[in-house]
């Protein structure tokens, strides 16, 4: 067998538009507790079955008037009672009376403002009012809030901690929301052994299902390790087989150009391959493809490389395929710690870890994990030569916030 080389390579952005294009949002939906949602896609829209709040509630702690008794002040009014949250006050206030009213409590019937306790002095069963309010003044009306019969929430909304107090004002014990997709995950080789086992010669341990797994879950994912597979044709042919009955597969190793890289002919054999080889380094062998309905991404075997074109090309489209929003990235403007230079005919990712508001390389060799482990964020150089001194600012795309 010969080595293969690669066809022309596909820019970063034309990948990941590809990606996209081929992408498409999970449509299965599934009901689960409210308190389960958070970072959940709601697969419903959500209308108030009832007015919130579902009466009329004091807004400050006072005393519950009838505005027109506070035109001429000071004033006094006699104190008929108490309301407090959670009770009802069975009486009505009449013109020259108050009743002691708390924040949220319900509004006495005939009382149509709140005097803020502030403003007024006890004296005996009266109580002197010192300042004037108007009608509605520190209450809030039944629905402010929400307003049975209207939409809340839409369908497609990413459920944060703000959303499931929606839920939980309107009574929702589960709600429905879009199914997280399953995503197979395949790591290949010889060189590769699981954890727990001792290492033969010229084995290392599996890395990159782990840190897959990892990118999985926090990007809308449910990561399913299907194991490490042999460097066969027959094998990979398999585990491509099982693949399909997942929302994605995604395989590590195998995409190179070298004899033993069997994946991209597997993919050709029993599906499509969109493209194999992007202008980036580290990460030139990454593959996108499609078996059956089931894409498949080959990512490479390197574990630098593996974990960083699983931000550049796998995360875009999980987060698509889960519905949720795409990832925003936070970017920094600083200063780079040391001068270096570079050249290359591919955009490159240089991992950078921020000391004393500078970037300071850790970017090592595609093999070395570390170079991810102690990165707090990356540069991307363009094609061609580039030149930094120390001193000049870089834009560091942050990978943890």
């Known amino acids: ?13 034309e990948a990941i538009d590809i990606i996209l294009r081929e992408t498409k949002p999970v449509t299965a939906t599934e009901k689960i507790p409210i308190q389960e949602s958070i970072g959940r896609v709601l697969a419903t829209d959500i209308v108030a079955g009832f007015n919130v709040p579902p009466f009329p509630r004091a807004s400050m702690d006072g005393y519950a008037v009838k505005a027109a008794d506070t035109e001429k002040v000071p004033t006094k009014l006699k104190l008929i009672g108490a309301q407090h949250t959670g009770g009802i006050f069975e ?25 803020m306790v502030e403003y007024t002095e006890l004296e005996g069963d ?29 369908s497609g909304v990413y459920i944060t901690p703000g959303v499931l107090g929606a839920f939980a004002a309107l009574g929702y014990t589960d709600v ?73 597969g995604v395989f590590s190793g195998g995409s190179s150009v070298g004899v033993k890289d069997l994946f991209g002919e597997a993919i050709e054999e029993q599906g499509e391959i969109y493209f194999h080889g992007v202008k980036t ?57 040391e001068g270096f230079e570079s050249k290359g005919d591919r955009e490159q990712f240089i991992t950078v870890e921020i000391k004393n508001g500078k970037a300071y390389r ?38 943890h916030v």
Request: proline share 9%; net charge neutral.
């Open 91 to 115: 009486g009505t206030v009449n013109h020259g009376e108050c009743l002691e009213i708390a924040t949220g409590s319900p509004m006495p019937d005939g009382a149509d403002a709140v005097v």
């Open 176 to 248: 429905e929301v879009y199914v997280k997709p399953k995503v197979a995950i395949y790591s290949s080789g010889p060189e590769v052994a699981p954890q727990g086992t001792p290492l033969k010669p010229g084995q290392i341990y599996d890395i990159n299902s782990y840190t897959l797994a990892s990118v999985i879950e926090m990007n809308g994912g449910v990561p399913c390790k299907r194991g490490i597979m042999e460097d066969k044709l027959d094998s990979i042919k398999k585990s491509l087989s099982d693949a399909s009955s997942y929302d994605l």
């Open 281 to 337: 380094k580290p990460g030139k062998p990454t593959l996108f493809g499609k078996v059956d309905d089931t894409l498949v991404f080959g990512m490479p075997g390197y574990p630098t490389s593996c974990l960083n074109n699983s931000y550049v090309y796998l995360l875009p489209a999980l987060r698509k395929m889960a519905r949720l929003p795409p990832k925003h990235w936070v970017k920094l403007l600083v200063p780079i710690g």
């Open 126 to 154: 009266y109580v002197v009012i010192n300042r004037e309010v108007t009608p509605g003044k520190n209450m809030a009306p039944a629905g402010e809030d929400m307003i049975k019969g209207t939409k809340v929430l839409e």
């Open 362 to 399: 850790v970017f090592k060799q595609s093999g070395d994990i570390t170079s991810m482990t102690h990165a707090d964020g990356f540069i991307i150089l363009p094609i061609g030569y580039t030149k930094l001194e120390a001193g000049d600012m870089v834009e560091v795309t942050l990978l």
């Open 1 to 13: 067998m010969t080595m293969k080389p690669f066809k022309e390579l596909m820019p970063r952005q």
